[in-house]
């Protein structure tokens, strides 16, 4: 990486190139959609819910005026839904040079299951977009420099893939579903990564981590009465980052030109809280190339999405 901090006012021209974003209508996937816009990409903003996509759109274009940008309905809890969009992308014949993986659920306290059948922090965070990729893969091959980073987690960190207990029937404890589906993403991103090498593909597959971002995903997961909430409130100044800062490691793995295919990007700060974008290192259960692999294997026998040749 070249030296100094990097920042959004080094991303080169983005004109001409579509990026679509999970989760865009808040926090990180917002940010880097909005920077994204402001150099000139036209901009899917992938949404579950349309009223708040809309209002996304709306706060994006008063942003950056001028701005290409448009809404598409996207829910990645759902396979029908991913399989709808992802066709009807195809359809329109245009290439895909930009895929974030952002959208995600965080420490339900509950566990909740899919329209699938799958643990919802699972389903959602790694199994909805290991098809979504997949499926969109024919667009992205179409593009001349494709990227498809996945965002990932500190909370890997602790995270662990149980293959005989995937969905988390027994013994369910919201962290551990979290850690053990952002743990996913990261051994998703190097393996998608290895196999693009392997065919000496264009395509580059990073993850990232936004360290500990103040986003809406707090709310929306463990809530803000327990005491794990109330302290994160409590530490937030001092630990975290806003989510303008938590949306630099995604927007350098997308845009820089000293990003490399399975790089893991997230900031340079005291244990990787906050800081500027860098290239660091996720803990050793995230780089089991056996592991990766037979994730891999069995996302596609639950999803039921081949991912075709990456040539």
């Not at 901090?5 to 880097?32: D, E, F, V």
């Not at 977009?129 to 001349?144: D, E, I, K, N, R």
Request: aromatic share 6%; glycine share 10%; charged share 20%.
């Amino acid at each position: 990486m070249a030296a100094g901090k990097w920042t959004a006012k080094q991303i080169p021209s983005q004109a001409g190139k579509t990026a679509l974003i999970t989760g865009a209508n808040s926090g990180i996937g917002y940010q880097a959609a909005l920077e994204l816009a402001r150099h000139g990409a036209h901009v899917l903003l992938g949404c579950r819910n349309e009223a708040k996509g809309r209002a996304a759109l709306e706060r994006l274009l008063h942003e950056a005026p001028g701005a290409s940008a448009e809404v598409v309905q996207l829910d990645m809890a759902s396979l029908a839904s991913i399989r709808a969009f992802a066709a009807a992308f195809i359809g329109r014949r245009i290439a895909l040079d930009l895929l974030i993986n952002n959208a995600g659920v965080m420490a339900l306290p509950k566990r909740e299951l899919t329209e699938d059948g799958f643990e919802r922090q699972f389903g959602t965070n790694h199994l909805g977009h290991f098809a979504l990729t997949g499926l969109l893969l024919p667009a992205l091959l179409a593009a001349p420099a494709p990227r498809v980073v996945t965002v990932a987690s500190l909370a890997h960190r602790t995270g662990k893939i149980e293959f005989d207990n995937l969905q988390r029937e027994h013994g369910y404890e919201g962290w551990d579903a979290y850690n053990a589906s952002k743990l996913a993403n990261i051994l998703f991103a190097k393996e998608l990564d290895r196999r693009a090498r392997a065919a000496q593909s264009r395509l580059l597959s990073l993850a990232v981590h936004p360290g500990v971002s103040t986003t809406s995903i707090f709310e929306n997961g463990p809530g803000t009465g327990n005491l794990k909430a109330i302290m994160v409130k409590v530490l937030a100044p001092v630990m975290m980052q806003n989510d303008v800062a938590g949306a630099l490691p995604t927007l350098y793995a997308a845009t820089s030109a000293d990003a490399h295919g399975g790089e893991y990007i997230g900031p340079d700060g005291f244990q990787e809280l906050k800081g500027s974008p860098v290239v660091v290192q996720p803990r050793p259960q995230a780089l089991d190339v056996v592991v990766g692999e037979r994730l891999w294997k069995v996302s596609e026998e639950l999803t039921g999405v081949h991912y075709p040749a990456l040539s």
